[in-house]
């Protein structure tokens, strides 16, 4: 049950990340930059993990071991891209306000300043890099899911409401979200690790989902050109439209 679990996600998740990637070449990729490196990431981290993650139970020790390194030096990684896409999108975001780069640089340093202060709270060297590790991404996704929902208040609060850029922060916010919640259940158990992974695996998916629905979308102006001939459609016959 647990390797059928396993291969479904990666089946549902690569085709996915191929069809972001594809719909971001035709030109988002330019407007999105670290959407796109950091869906590309996740791509090749996942691609990195399938044959180890595959033979798990049956690895040898070092093998397993070998399997926890390369995971954990991903998760970091797949970390940075995180708060450099958060920080990316508020940039974005706040492209109409005069205290942007105020604002963006507030961001930067309340990320590093929270993550330095629960880094050295947790790291212990003297235990499993699991065990302190979990808890530190637990408060890692925490952290981003506040930004994410920063950022979701300044969409909102905007006269011009980009529609794309809502989806890419709603749906980054379902993943942190389900991240932070399952780091905190498999902190509390270790008999949950397989569930919470789950957990984490079905928020990924729903969020690499949206990012597909959001980036295959057409531009604005065809979007602007569309309403705009369903509207002529929609006027009754006989009726004289006022301009």
């Known amino acids: 049950m ?3 679990i396993q291969i479904a996600a990666y089946a549902i998740g690569l085709p996915l990340s191929v069809m972001i990637i594809s719909a971001m070449l035709r030109g988002q990729w330019r407007n999105y930059p670290f959407v796109f490196l950091y869906v590309l990431g996740d791509f090749v981290t996942t691609i990195l993990e399938i044959e180890p993650g595959l033979n798990y139970d049956s690895a040898t020790l070092a ?19 995180v708060f450099l896409l958060i920080i990316s999108l508020i940039h974005r975001a706040a492209s109409h306000l005069k205290t942007r780069n105020v604002l963006v640089a507030g961001s930067v340093c309340g990320i590093l300043l929270f993550a330095g202060i629960t880094f050295l709270v947790y790291y212990d060297p003297a235990v499993a890099t699991g065990k302190w590790m979990n808890p530190w991404l637990r408060n890692l996704n925490f952290s981003a899911a506040v930004l994410d929902l920063g950022l979701w208040a ?6 011009h409401k980009d529609y794309r850029l809502l989806m890419v922060s709603g749906a980054l916010g379902i993943q942190f979200t389900a991240g932070a ?6 902190y509390l158990s270790h008999e949950t690790v397989q569930v919470t992974a789950y957990f984490i695996t079905g928020g990924n998916l729903v969020c690499l989902y949206i990012f597909w629905q959001a980036f295959r979308m057409p531009k604005q102006r065809k979007l602007q050109e569309h309403r705009t001939e369903t509207s002529a459609d929609s006027t009754p016959a006989g009726k004289t439209v006022v301009k």
Do not use: C, H, P, Y
């Open 181 to 186: 919640i399952g780091q905190a259940i498999r």
């Open 154 to 159: 300044l969409l909102i609060g905007a006269r």
């Open 63 to 81: 093998e397993k071991r070998s399997f926890a390194i390369l995971f954990n030096w991903d998760e970091r990684a797949m970390q940075v891209l």
């Open 2 to 4: 647990q390797l059928t």
